[in-house]
């Protein structure tokens, strides 16, 4: 029994890497749903991620650049949309940027999610049929030993600005559903991968250095561990859970895909050679591995049995099927990349005064 029928729906941050999937992914999947997408249009959020929908959704898609902070504007779009649904993904996200600016993070990341849970009790206050799902990240659960899995019940234990702040707002979602009776979900998910992903972000990096015969760089000795997710999963999942579980549900979402930071950048040249091989050697020989970043979390693994068994969710991509869908989305959208390079991010790193590098 579908437990809520999202209809007038707040994406907030729509226009970066996995909000835009998910406008895209909900516009596509239900003819029903109109999507209102609330993005500030930071570094990372992009209208090109976003290009076709105002003329294929005409009377289903509207976009509107705001910061989530801004209570009076929130207030407002509330009255005026009269949302049933409110998915929040709108965050500050990369961890050497956040050891860079950390306020910017908890200002962006707890603050904004403040506004929205206010704004949404304001105007949900006693209403039935509503739901705001917040969506979070398994760094909020610290770094994990060589064994175990992260499950529903972790105790948090954020290592950088940027995850403590992303704690901080799953906390708050928790206190407003206690004390205000708010109808919420939860997801907490592992490193997402695919289209649009700004390219500060490992895979997208990679594969812009390696197309331009510039360095790969790989943290410490590469060994870090993270859990993968394609992020069309990801949408499918978080679909899943606003419309079928519970109020006040938590769930964690994973790929079952463990791989080394070193591996990953392995199969990435070894793809990359396999679509577009390189003129003169391979790309492994860029691989260089350069100092660690601050804090940085040894091992990520999510346990995600419980949407499993509950809501029916699986991940349909492999690690490896998934990284070839998303090198050759990035081999067909090179202007996309082009334009960011020359616009917005240049590839310089974050998050470290000095760097000393080692080839491979």
Same mark, same amino acid.
């Given at each position: 029994?579908?437990?809520?029928?999202?209809e007038?729906?707040?994406?907030?941050?729509?226009a970066?890497?996995?909000?835009?999937?998910?406008?895209r992914?909900?516009?596509r999947?239900?003819?029903?749903?109109?999507?209102?997408?609330?993005?500030?249009?930071?570094?990372?959020?992009?209208?090109?991620?976003?290009?076709?929908?105002?003329?294929?959704?005409?009377?289903?898609?509207?976009?509107?650049?705001?910061d989530?902070?801004?209570q009076?504007?929130?207030?407002?779009?509330?009255?005026?949309?009269?949302?049933?649904?409110?998915?929040?993904?709108?965050?500050?996200?990369?961890?050497?940027?956040?050891?860079e600016?950390?306020l910017?993070?908890?200002?962006?990341n707890?603050?904004?999610?403040a506004?929205?849970?206010?704004a949404?009790?304001?105007?949900?206050h006693?209403?039935?049929?509503?739901?705001?799902?917040?969506?979070?990240?398994?760094?909020?659960?610290g770094?994990?030993?060589?064994?175990?899995?992260?499950?529903?019940?972790t105790p948090?234990?954020?290592?950088?600005?940027?995850s403590a702040?992303?704690a901080?707002a &799953? $906390?708050? *979602? /928790?206190?407003?559903?206690?004390?205000?009776?708010l109808? #919420?979900?939860?997801?907490?998910?592992s490193? +997402?991968?695919g289209?649009?992903q700004f390219?500060?972000?490992?895979l997208?990096?990679?594969?812009?250095?390696a197309?331009s015969?510039?360095?790969?760089?790989?943290?410490?000795?590469?060994?870090?561990?993270?859990?993968?997710?394609?992020?069309e999963d990801?949408?499918?999942?978080? &679909? $899943?859970? *606003? /419309?079928?579980?519970?109020?006040?549900?938590?769930?964690? #979402?994973?790929?079952?895909?463990?791989?080394? +930071?070193i591996?990953?950048?392995?199969?990435l040249?070894?793809?990359l050679?396999?679509?577009?091989?390189?003129?003169k050697?391979?790309?492994?020989?860029?691989?260089?591995?350069?100092?660690?970043?601050?804090g940085h979390?040894?091992?990520?693994?999510?346990?995600?049995?419980?949407?499993e068994?509950?809501?029916?969710w699986?991940?349909?991509?492999?690690?490896?099927?998934?990284?070839?869908?998303t090198?050759?989305?990035?081999?067909?959208?090179?202007?996309?990349?082009?334009?960011?390079?020359?616009?917005?991010y240049?590839?310089?790193?974050?998050?470290l005064r000095?760097?000393?590098?080692?080839?491979?």
């Amino acid at each position: 029994m579908t437990a809520h029928t999202p209809e007038n729906i707040l994406v907030t941050g729509g226009a970066g890497f996995i909000g835009s999937n998910l406008v895209r992914y909900l516009l596509r999947t239900d003819p029903q749903a109109r999507v209102v997408n609330l993005d500030k249009l930071t570094y990372a959020g992009n209208p090109e991620n976003l290009a076709g929908l105002a003329e294929a959704y005409p009377a289903r898609y509207r976009m509107v650049r705001q910061d989530i902070s801004d209570q009076s504007f929130v207030e407002a779009l509330f009255q005026e949309e009269n949302f049933s649904t409110v998915i929040h993904l709108a965050a500050e996200s990369h961890v050497d940027r956040s050891i860079e600016m950390p306020l910017e993070f908890v200002r962006a990341n707890v603050l904004g999610t403040a506004v929205l849970l206010q704004a949404a009790e304001k105007f949900w206050h006693g209403r039935k049929a509503v739901r705001f799902h917040h969506v979070s990240t398994d760094e909020v659960y610290g770094s994990l030993g060589p064994t175990g899995f992260f499950t529903e019940g972790t105790p948090y234990d954020p290592s950088s600005p940027y995850s403590a702040s992303k704690a901080g707002a &799953d $906390h708050l *979602v /928790r206190a407003w559903a206690r004390t205000y009776g708010l109808p #919420v979900t939860m997801s907490i998910c592992s490193n +997402n991968y695919g289209p649009y992903q700004f390219p500060e972000k490992l895979l997208p990096l990679m594969i812009m250095n390696a197309l331009s015969d510039k360095a790969l760089p790989v943290y410490g000795d590469g060994k870090n561990i993270r859990d993968w997710l394609y992020v069309e999963d990801h949408c499918r999942a978080i &679909d $899943h859970i *606003v /419309r079928h579980a519970p109020d006040g549900s938590v769930y964690n #979402v994973g790929g079952r895909n463990e791989w080394k +930071n070193i591996d990953i950048v392995y199969l990435l040249c070894d793809t990359l050679m396999a679509q577009r091989p390189r003129v003169k050697g391979h790309y492994r020989d860029l691989i260089t591995f350069v100092q660690d970043r601050p804090g940085h979390d040894r091992r990520y693994a999510i346990d995600a049995t419980r949407i499993e068994q509950e809501l029916g969710w699986r991940p349909e991509e492999t690690f490896e099927t998934g990284l070839t869908r998303t090198v050759s989305w990035y081999l067909e959208h090179q202007d996309w990349v082009t334009r960011i390079r020359e616009g917005r991010y240049s590839g310089t790193r974050l998050g470290l005064r000095h760097e000393e590098g080692k080839k491979a």
